[in-house]
């Protein structure tokens, strides 16, 4: 029988060496206190941000990711184009998006606020344009059909008409080490490449602010939600490619001055039918620092605390995969693109639904 519930877990340990992953408003590393010491921090914002890349530039075609912008007047226009060139397509297009809805537009054409849009909304409202069609209705409706997968996955929050709204099939926790720490700067000078000779000076001084950590990573995906919005074939090659960006995504900030781009340390996925389930506790005591460093007591930590969670409050879950060395206690390990095909398959076994490799 298909369940009624089914959350994908996902729980990753990555290690990030020195680096400034995700920046506060004075341009320090963010941290949070946790278990009564200082963490590393990576915003779920700036992850997900990581994530929409990577859909946009590998895992989905582009009529499957949305754009997020205050430019839809553009974004309807450009569509107007293609239909009926030689129109007046921006006029058009914001009168679109007025019948719509969305009256705050700027004189400049932008909206007031970022507005997440799929390709197949923007389309649809031009045709009702083109036709010359005055059904506030159908305009209205043309921009709550056909979603974008990374808008069913992460939402969509219009504050001036929440019929527009989408709830995010997906949720994101804040990256946080597994361990203490206290960061660093890193005093630089840059020298003036056409100075004379006789000046030995810097050109610049400055200082950048790093730290490096452990990192404990979680996300879930509510699979029943994707089905109600996407339907049910195209889930399970939804949720391959979350897991993918997941695993596989990392924020830009300071790449080019750290090089921090790493891979995951090890990879924990869970199909569950109750409820999802944030490990995060098995680090509210802080990993002590030890000459063997925090990977592998966090695998420790993450696998100890993953079996008392499930003999004392949850089931286990139904199905699990591990990518990595060390949580081989939680399920067997195996290679990432491997578990991607079983992940893809067993969700797809839940739903009752034929897969094939990547998004249908």
Same mark, same amino acid.
């Given at each position: 029988?298909?369940?009624?519930?089914?959350?994908?877990?996902?729980?990753?340990?990555?290690?990030?060496?020195?680096?400034?992953?995700?920046?506060?408003?004075?341009?320090?590393?963010?941290?949070?206190?946790?278990?009564?010491?200082?963490?590393?921090?990576?915003?779920?914002?700036?992850?997900?941000?990581?994530?929409?890349?990577?859909?946009?530039?590998?895992?989905?075609?582009?009529?499957?990711?949305?754009?997020?912008?205050?430019?839809?007047?553009? =974004?309807?226009?450009?569509?107007?184009?293609?239909?009926?060139?030689?129109?007046?397509?921006?006029?058009?297009?914001?009168?679109?998006?007025?019948?719509?809805?969305?009256?705050?537009?700027?004189?400049?054409?932008?909206?007031?606020? =970022?507005?997440?849009?799929?390709?197949?909304?923007?389309?649809?409202?031009?045709?009702?344009?083109?036709?010359?069609?005055?059904?506030?209705?159908?305009?209205?409706?043309?921009?709550?059909?056909?979603?974008?997968?990374?808008?069913? =996955?992460?939402?969509?929050?219009?504050?001036?008409?929440?019929?527009?709204?989408?709830?995010?099939?997906?949720?994101?926790?804040?990256?946080?080490?597994?361990?203490?720490?206290?960061?660093?700067?890193?005093?630089?000078?840059?020298?003036?490449?056409?100075?004379?000779?006789?000046?030995?000076?810097?050109?610049?001084?400055?200082?950048?602010?790093?730290?490096?950590?452990?990192?404990?990573?979680?996300?879930?995906?509510?699979?029943?939600?994707?089905?109600?919005?996407?339907?049910?074939?195209?889930?399970?090659?939804?949720?391959?490619?979350?897991?993918?960006?997941?695993?596989?995504?990392?924020?830009?900030?300071?790449?080019?001055?750290?090089?921090?781009?790493?891979?995951?340390?090890?990879?924990?996925?869970?199909?569950?039918?109750?409820?999802?389930?944030?490990?995060?506790?098995?680090?509210?005591?802080?990993?002590?620092?030890?000459?063997?460093?925090?990977?592998?007591?966090?695998?420790?930590?993450?696998?100890?605390?993953?079996?008392?969670?499930?003999?004392?409050?949850?089931?286990?879950?139904?199905?699990?995969?591990?990518?990595?060395?060390?949580?081989?206690?939680?399920?067997?390990?195996?290679?990432?693109?491997?578990?991607?095909?079983?992940?893809?398959?067993?969700?797809?076994?839940?739903?009752?639904?034929?897969?094939?490799?990547?998004?249908?």
């Amino acid at each position: 029988m298909e369940p009624k519930r089914l959350y994908v877990d996902f729980h990753v340990l990555q290690t990030v060496p020195p680096s400034c992953v995700n920046r506060d408003d004075t341009g320090s590393p963010k941290t949070a206190v946790y278990g009564g010491t200082t963490r590393a921090r990576v915003s779920s914002q700036a992850w997900k941000r990581a994530m929409r890349l990577m859909f946009r530039e590998e895992l989905l075609d582009g009529e499957q990711v949305g754009d997020r912008t205050k430019k839809i007047v553009g =974004l309807v226009a450009d569509k107007i184009e293609a239909l009926a060139p030689g129109q007046d397509a921006k006029k058009m297009a914001k009168d679109a998006l007025s019948l719509a809805g969305l009256s705050k537009i700027k004189e400049d054409k932008d909206a007031d606020t =970022l507005f997440f849009m799929s390709r197949a909304q923007a389309r649809a409202l031009a045709q009702l344009a083109v036709e010359g069609d005055d059904d506030k209705k159908a305009y209205k409706d043309a921009l709550k059909a056909e979603p974008s997968v990374d808008m069913v =996955l992460f939402g969509r929050m219009v504050a001036s008409d929440p019929s527009l709204n989408y709830d995010a099939a997906a949720q994101v926790a804040h990256s946080i080490s597994t361990h203490a720490v206290q960061n660093e700067y890193d005093y630089f000078t840059a020298v003036d490449d056409c100075a004379p000779e006789d000046n030995a000076g810097a050109g610049h001084l400055g200082t950048v602010e790093y730290n490096s950590s452990t990192l404990y990573r979680y996300a879930t995906v509510n699979v029943k939600e994707l089905e109600t919005q996407l339907g049910g074939k195209a889930v399970p090659g939804v949720v391959r490619a979350f897991a993918e960006a997941f695993i596989r995504s990392i924020p830009t900030g300071k790449q080019n001055t750290f090089a921090n781009r790493t891979l995951p340390d090890a990879v924990y996925v869970t199909l569950r039918t109750d409820q999802p389930v944030n490990l995060c506790g098995a680090f509210e005591k802080a990993v002590p620092a030890t000459a063997n460093g925090f990977v592998g007591p966090s695998k420790a930590a993450l696998a100890d605390y993953a079996q008392k969670v499930y003999t004392s409050y949850a089931d286990a879950p139904q199905q699990a995969f591990t990518v990595g060395d060390g949580l081989e206690a939680l399920a067997p390990a195996q290679p990432l693109g491997r578990m991607l095909d079983a992940l893809e398959a067993a969700v797809g076994q839940q739903l009752g639904a034929e897969t094939g490799n990547g998004v249908e």
